[in-house]
């Protein structure tokens, strides 16, 4: 049962300038466990509503100094008393007297004489109303603290979000600058490197001459049985060409970073490229052997590149391939199409690499460890860097595969353009 159910838990006023009607009223409703608060004229009812506050009010219209619509009228003026539902209780049946009750305030409207069953039921439906109402008031002023809790929650939120965002965006604009300042420091190094680079030619270049001018003289006066004068022209020689190779790395490491940097990759067909490096290689190694084959693969394929990246990678593996191959050096070189990928195999007969050298193999400056690097065989650590950087500017992937006396296969996968 809801409380409108019990009705000793509501107290009911009846207002009305005839004991008697008082007295009927009382009976009637007390009987049904109502409390019951009586007054006999209009000023009356309305202090003892505004004192009590009762559930419910039972109001006579013809009364004397106050009539019931004006009672009715006053008390729904009246903040504290406006919500209680009132129901007009009286004799005058007329049209227009029923029509003023409810202009009034009034919610419902009984005839007198009443029946009791009647009174009774409308009063459990009004009172039932009004705890309905008051239980959706209730909920609604729940709801709109909630939302307004809720509102404020998210206010909250959004100033931490815009607090965080322009965080971030000082991060972002400090970190955009450090960005700017690293270009800048990476461009002039590069620039540094490249001027020193250059003017470091004309000095190994005049060293040379002059190199080969002692070389004519020792020959010219007999002195070539002097062995220590010739091991001199040997470190001579082999100094000069260790600083002409060094210069040449650094120029193709800037070369590479160059074209990285400017982002001027474009389509160029894979296999006649790969085709003129070979013969060039050809060219320089007439003693070695340089075979190329290819399967499902023709000159339509290409990938995005630059020329130059393409020629310094495969040109430091085949040095390589060739470098550390055993007598006769034979470089094998396979390419198969796989999917969407072009699949490059370069393979030599060299002495193979350790697994310990392989997990650090293409990093710059990072000298690989195996029995030919030795003496004048021994790099700089720069070739398979390049190679690794070259690979990543066109998108593609490299790995190695190497038996110790045996053999090294590098293995490139590069993207073609569809």
Known sequence: MTPTDKPHSNVILAIDDVETNIHVLTKTLKSEGYEILAALTGEKGISIAERRKPD???LDVAMPVMNGFEVCTKLKANPITKDIPIIFVTADADADAIAAAYSAGGVDYVVKPFHKDELVARIRTHLRLQAAQTQLALHNENLEQKIIERTAELQ?????????????EIIQNERDKSIEIIKKFNKQQSDFVTLISHEFRTPLTIVHTSFDIIRLIAQSHDISSDTRF??????IEKGLNDIQKIT?????????QSIISSNTLVPV??????????????ERYSESSIALRTHDCDNTIQVLTHIRLLEIMLTELFDNAIKYSLPPQSVSVTMTMHKNEVIMTITDNGYGIPQTTLETLFKVFQRGQNEMELGSKRGLGIGLGLVKMCNDAMNGYIEVQSNIGKGTSFIISLPIVV
């Open 248 to 256: 040449d790395s650094v120029d193709r490491l800037n070369q590479v």
């Open 269 to 282: 067909p894979i296999v006649q490229h790969v085709e003129m490096i070979i013969n060039h290689f050809r």
């Open 230 to 235: 010739l091991k001199g022209l040997s470190g």
């Open 156 to 168: 909250t939120t959004i100033q931490q979000l815009h607090e965080e965002i322009r965080k971030r």
């Open 56 to 58: 419910l009010i039972l």
